[in-house]
Structure formats: C-alpha cells, structure tokens
C-alpha cells in the first residue's frame, strides 16, 4: 500500500496488477499546520534571526543561523532559570520610611513644567 501525492491508495496485488483507491477529503500531513503556521510567523515577527534561518539560501548559512538561534534560545532559558532562582531564593526585604517635618510638606516656590511634552 504506497499513498501518492494526490492523496490516492495504490494496493499492490500478488500478481503484480495495482489498485488504486480515491481518497475522501483533502490530504493532511500531521505537520501542516505547524508548518502553516511558521511560515507566517517568521514573516511577521520582529526576531530577524528566525526570518534569517527561514530564508536564507544555501545549506551553511542556513545552519550558522539556526545554530544561532538554537544558542540564543538555550541563553534565554538559562537566564530565566537562573533569575527565578535568585529570586525564590532572595531572603532580603525591604522596608521604606516616610519622614516629614511636622508642620507639613512646604509648597514649592518655583515649578518646572516642560511645556513642549503637554504640547504635543
């Protein structure tokens, strides 16, 4: 039983004649979608390495930029990994203290106001 292109069964009798059986419905592949769907992504994303690896020509640069990748990826995990750990492990608080004069905080005499950030 060998599937073709076109989605059809061919049957190999045992006296060598073939079969062939229509298939129902479109063909699917178990990847297609994920494929579908990186094929948009690496177009609309704004990591150009990944685009780099998807469209580059030649078997070596194709390679180097999936190598890239590949390490970029291992980095991010490993720090991520590292700065939950820090802080799961961090024992330190913190404590903020608020002091002001008793008769009140004094009004400003002067204001600064960029007036051109109000502007826009």
């Not at 580059?56 to 640069?61: E, M, Q, V, Y």
């Amino acid at each position: 039983m060998v599937l073709t292109g076109d989605g059809d069964t061919v049957s190999t009798r045992r006296d060598g004649s073939h079969e062939t059986e229509k298939q129902d419905g479109p063909k699917r592949y178990p990847c297609q979608g994920f494929r579908r769907e990186w094929r948009i992504f690496h177009k609309i994303t704004a990591m150009h390495g990944v685009k780099r690896a998807w469209e580059t020509k030649g078997c070596c640069p194709k390679i180097m930029w999936n190598i890239v990748l590949i390490l970029c990826f291992i980095g991010m995990v490993v720090l991520i990994v590292f700065n939950i750990k820090d802080y799961i492990n961090d024992n330190g608080s913190t404590q903020v203290v608020h002091q002001m004069e008793h008769n009140g905080m004094g009004f400003p005499k002067v204001t600064f106001c960029n007036y051109h950030s109000i502007k826009k």
